[in-house]
């Protein structure tokens, strides 16, 4: 088990961007794969973007083109950036070891003019 905490949220109007960052302690984090979700009041929670220990991401259909996914392994970071925000990317992002139940707290992400 890993400790996640996210940081970087905030509002940001359409069309701007914003860069969220997810740090790890406590465990290990170089050979994880990793995963942004994202769950927005009265929906499910909803995978973003992975990305492997070696640094390949993979992204959902909705962000592709506008959100990336990069990890720091000396940092035990993940970060993403998200450009070209839309209204409906507005939720809370969460941080995941992916395939476990490592998640962080959450941060909120709001888009809105």
């Known amino acids: 088990q890993v400790q996640l905490v996210e940081f970087g949220g905030g509002l940001v109007r359409p069309g701007g961007s914003l860069r969220l960052s997810c740090a790890a302690s406590g465990g290990i984090f170089s050979s994880a794969a990793m995963a942004w979700f994202r769950q927005a009041p009265g929906r499910q929670r909803e995978l973003v973007a992975t990305i492997s220990s070696r640094g390949t991401p993979s992204y959902e259909d909705s962000v592709k083109g506008r959100f990336t996914i990069t990890r720091d392994n000396a940092k035990n970071t993940v970060d993403l950036q998200m450009n070209s925000l839309k209204p409906e990317d507005t939720a809370v992002y969460y941080c995941?070891?992916?395939?476990?139940?490592?998640w962080g707290r959450g941060t909120q992400v709001t888009v809105s003019s």
């Open positions: 995941n070891r992916w395939g476990t139940s490592d």
